[in-house]
């Protein structure tokens, strides 16, 4: 079955600590993007990947990583520089960025600080 | 766990009737619209889709209309069922060619028995 897959699907981190989400998708997608979901906002794009080995920041990157190394996998580290980062992480992909199409989404990550 | 608003506006609907969620969208030049369902703690799915050239798209007992003079999308549910109760929020291409989505914040679906 294709799809993406997000990893782990909850995920507790004590103040100062770094973590990695795993994200990868077996769909052959130039694209994936990484979103923040908070209650009651829309999603917020963190970064998004065009193609291997090339990411872009998206509108909340401060506190956050990624890399791009394989075109399935597109990992997103929370730093301990994210002041807020307790939140509902999502994780998707499509064809291209350049072209109309939906995004595909993975089941997400639930990231809770302690 | 909770994945969405707390506070999100709701629609309750019978079983068996017909559903319209609506969203305002934020910018004339959008050119390609989605609708989402999310249920709780877990990622979207994808419902259905509309170009901006088009002002009607139907898909199996959903239907999405555009009115780009308001800039107003619907999504309706034909025949709600229990298991259409989740979230809906619509997301707009902001620029064409671009990797740029905006989404909605979404609405409650409450289906009644």
């Known amino acids: 079955d294709g799809g993406i897959t997000q990893s782990p699907k909850y995920l507790f981190r004590k103040e100062g600590q770094n973590v990695t989400l795993s994200c990868e998708q077996n769909l052959n997608h130039d694209a994936m993007y990484w979103y923040r979901q908070d209650p009651g906002q829309g999603l917020r794009l963190i970064y998004y990947s065009q193609i291997v080995n090339d990411f872009q920041k998206g509108d909340i990157a401060e506190g956050y990583s990624v890399s791009r190394e394989k075109k399935e996998s597109f990992p997103l580290t929370v730093t301990s520089a994210q002041k807020n980062p307790t939140a509902f992480y999502l994780c998707?992909?499509?064809?291209?960025?350049?072209?109309?199409?939906?995004?595909?989404f993975g089941e997400g990550s639930r990231l809770t600080v302690l | 766990g909770e994945s969405v608003g707390l506070h999100l506006p709701t629609l309750s609907v019978q079983e068996g009737d017909n559903s319209i969620i609506n969203c305002a969208y934020s910018?004339?030049?959008?050119?390609?619209f989605i609708w989402y369902k999310q249920e709780s703690g877990k990622g979207p799915q994808f419902i259905i889709d509309?170009?901006?050239?088009?002002d009607k798209r139907q898909g199996q007992r959903v239907t999405v209309l555009l009115n780009k003079t308001v800039k107003h999308l619907s999504l309706q549910i034909a025949a709600t069922q229990p298991g259409d109760s989740a979230v809906y929020f619509c997301?707009?291409?902001?620029?064409?060619?671009?990797?740029?989505?905006?989404f909605g914040t979404g609405t409650r679906l409450k289906v009644l028995a």
């Open positions: 910018n004339s030049a959008s050119d390609y």
């Open positions: 998707a992909s499509s064809w291209s960025s350049f072209y109309t199409g939906e995004l595909f």
């Open positions: 509309i170009r901006s050239n088009m």
């Open positions: 997301a707009e291409r902001a620029t064409s060619g671009t990797y740029k989505y905006i």
